[in-house]
């Protein structure tokens, strides 16, 4: 019998009313999984019941526990943490939805910090409704940045060989130009390049840096941002012998599939990057944390209420967040290994 440690995931559950729970169990439903990690879901028996009897979900199994301490190996862990009478409405977020999805990812986050997991894999949440007194924050990013006490950490979207970044993250177009600086542009490259270096064992990096403005600013005609900023940013880390190069003109860029070329994209706003990303890699992508002394990834998705409740929601891109972490998790044991 294989008695060999399993990486232990935690999965927090997200919006409740959204399409997390099934996902989950979708993905949880396939049995192989258990050869690749122990799942840890944070949720409640009520929920995963439901949810597995509106899918007819037979193969789907769980062992419920009271604390992450006592996982079972080759089975999917279950730690209570929800209220079982909760309301659930599939496609109407409420404010018990985001409550429950807060305590899911509060306790998930704080076996994490300490060390009863290996990584978390979130499942979305509503930006709006978890919104409490412990949760000031715009989306998971920024509140897991803060909690495991990261100086900075950067949004990657991840699909096999394609991974684009984002300089700034959950904040209105019109503030971006505003919160770009040479030294916030040299701090953010910096991340993704050890992270790439060191979560996709990619010894030599290269990074190709959009610009911010049409046509990456023609020369300052169309903006400076590129001349005074972006530029000399790259300069800076070219200088000092790593692979950067940019700015280029971001709608190019995609159109000649020039990030074929690349390890990974650094954009400069949300929309920019991920635009692109989820046309080209919308089913297989993964949301990856980079910065973060903690592995943590989600799908590249929302909580999709449209079609929340009628068992048409997509598992790819949980299921692949999932390997992500285990693959992530692996290169980091390995390299602490190789440290001893």
């Known amino acids: 019998m294989d008695t060999k440690p399993k990486i232990r995931l935690g999965i927090s559950i997200g919006d409740t009313n959204g399409i997390g729970p099934e996902v989950v169990i979708k993905t949880l439903s396939d049995q192989r999984i258990l050869n690749f990690c122990t799942p840890v879901i944070y949720g409640s028996a009520a929920i995963l019941n439901k949810v597995r009897k509106d899918l007819e979900a037979e193969h789907f199994h769980y062992q419920q526990l009271d604390t992450a301490a006592n ?75 803060s909690y495991f006490d990261a100086a900075d950490s950067l949004m990657l979207l991840v699909s096999g060989d394609l991974r684009v970044a984002t300089v700034t993250g959950h904040i209105p177009v019109k503030e971006v130009a505003a919160k770009l600086t040479e030294a916030l542009l040299i701090r953010k490259i910096t991340i993704l390049l050890e992270s790439l270096r060191k979560d996709f064992g990619i010894l030599k990096p290269r990074i190709a840096v959009l610009g911010l403005n049409p046509h990456a600013g023609e020369k300052g005609l169309l903006g400076n941002e590129e001349v005074e900023i972006i530029r000399p940013a790259v300069m800076h880390l070219k200088e000092r012998g790593h692979l950067v190069f940019g700015p280029y003109p971001a709608d190019g860029f995609f159109g000649m599939r020039q990030y074929t070329q690349v390890d990974a994209v650094l954009s400069m706003y949300h929309d920019q990057g991920l635009i692109p990303f989820k046309t080209l890699a919308m089913e297989t992508g993964v ?21 929340a409740g009628k068992q048409l929601a997509d598992e790819t891109s949980f299921r692949e967040a999932l390997f992500l972490a285990c693959d992530v998790i692996k290169k980091r044991q390995a390299a602490q290994i190789a440290l001893v």
Request: glycine fraction near 8%; proline fraction near 5%; hydrophobic fraction near 40%.
């Open 71 to 145: 996982l079972t190996l080759k089975k999917v862990n279950l730690v209570s943490c929800i209220a079982e009478d909760l309301e659930i409405t599939p496609g109407t977020p409420t404010a018990a939805s985001g409550k429950a999805s807060l305590d899911s990812l509060l306790a998930a986050s704080r076996d994490l910090k300490a060390g009863l997991l290996d990584g978390l894999v979130t499942a979305p949440i509503n930006k709006d409704n978890i919104q409490a007194e412990d949760f000031r924050f715009p989306g998971h990013t920024e509140f897991l940045t």
């Open 287 to 307: 949301n990856f944390t980079a910065g973060l002394s903690v592995v943590r990834t989600s799908p590249d998705h929302g909580t999709a209420y449209d079609i």
